[in-house]
């Protein structure tokens, strides 16, 4: 029997538990760092989401830890090189945050060019001043997708459904169905540019001050992907100096985010042209049940592998 920690129960339902009861003893709480650390010493099986950090001090005080299943799709979370140092097998997901990703890139980049949240602040103080958040229509517009993979390949579904013309820059893809361009185009062409693409060495500030320049001063900048593949001081630069429209940011370099008061909150405090929400692009019921329910089926067939050994 495995001792199994489960570090954000709440993202993981009645089903996938069960699954994990089955393989031996499960806990399934928060925990601090210290209770982390303390507590990991006794754990056969962690199971986690993109909160829990597994940095390499955390695994070298995990005696016996040989299985770590992470509810997502990135690892960033997780020092892969020392969890391989130790035999630590590592499972994750693949495509199963998909739709409510893309769903979430959509929502945003309506919020943004119809001015929602700021118009509904606005009536909540008893206002009415409809001339003050008249925004843009998406049909007709050109939207720009950096990294046309699963995400990117839904949304540009869903875009396309509203009228959108497509554009894409992608090295290890080609879609004929859309017009493939180099990145240096599709900054200049874009009416907004949504991020889609995997943080690597090669991708890693990739949108810096000279991409920011490139786009229309109308452009709206969209990122539910990952936070390192922006520069998000060349993006608060860029917006402060009106380079461009606006932006709407998932996703945050160090998470959860905790600061009270970022540089990024600061801005979107005084302005109507920059929009956060707390990393919601796989946070649906559906996509949520799905993933921990995967995760758990992963964590079981792997764990039945080392019993079988």
Same mark, same amino acid.
């Given at each position: ?33 210290e209770?982390l650390?303390s507590?990991i ?5 962690l ?13 070298? #005080?995990? #005696? ?37 990703t893309?769903? $979430? ?38 939207l720009?997708?950096?990294g046309?993979?699963r ?14 013309n ?27 540019i949504?991020? $889609? ?9 990739m949108?810096?001050a ?21 520069d ?33 909150i ?11 929400t707390? $990393? ?5 019921f559906?996509?949520l ?18 019993i079988?050994?």
């Amino acid at each position: 029997m495995f001792n199994i920690l489960v570090t954000e129960p709440e993202y993981f339902d009645k089903t996938a538990i069960a699954k994990l009861k089955k393989l031996g003893n499960v806990t399934a709480k928060r925990m601090t760092r210290e209770e982390l650390e303390s507590t990991i010493k006794e754990i056969d099986i962690l199971v986690i989401r993109i909160e829990t950090t597994v940095d390499a001090s955390l695994l070298g #005080k995990a #005696k016996r830890l040989r299985i770590i299943g992470s509810a997502t799709t990135g690892l960033d979370h997780i020092d892969l090189k020392k969890a391989a140092s130790l035999g630590i097998e590592i499972i994750n997901l693949h495509g199963v945050h998909t739709k409510s990703t893309a769903e $979430h890139t959509m929502a945003l980049m309506l919020s943004l060019s119809r001015n929602i949240p700021w118009a509904f602040e606005h009536m909540k103080e008893g206002g009415w001043d409809r001339y003050k958040f008249i925004g843009h229509q998406l049909g007709g517009k050109t939207l720009g997708i950096i990294g046309l993979g699963r995400i990117g390949a839904e949304v540009a579904k869903y875009a396309e459904a509203l009228g959108m013309n497509i554009i894409y820059s992608d090295p290890y893809v080609s879609i004929d169905k859309f017009k493939k361009v180099n990145l240096s185009d599709l900054l200049k062409e874009a009416d907004i540019i949504t991020l $889609h693409a995997m943080h690597t060495k090669e991708t890693d500030k990739m949108i810096s001050a000279k991409e920011f320049g490139m786009m229309k001063k109308s452009a709206l900048f969209i990122n539910t992907s990952r936070a390192e593949i922006i520069d998000e001081t060349a993006l608060l630069s860029a917006l402060k100096e009106g380079r461009i429209g606006g932006a709407a940011i998932d996703v945050f370099p160090k998470e959860p985010f905790t600061a009270k008061r970022d540089m990024l909150i600061d801005y979107a405090i005084k302005h109507q042209n920059l929009l956060l929400t707390p $990393h919601l692009g796989a946070s649906t019921f559906e996509a949520l049940s799905i993933a921990g329910n995967e995760i758990a089926d992963k964590v079981t067939a792997s764990a039945k592998k080392l019993i079988e050994k």
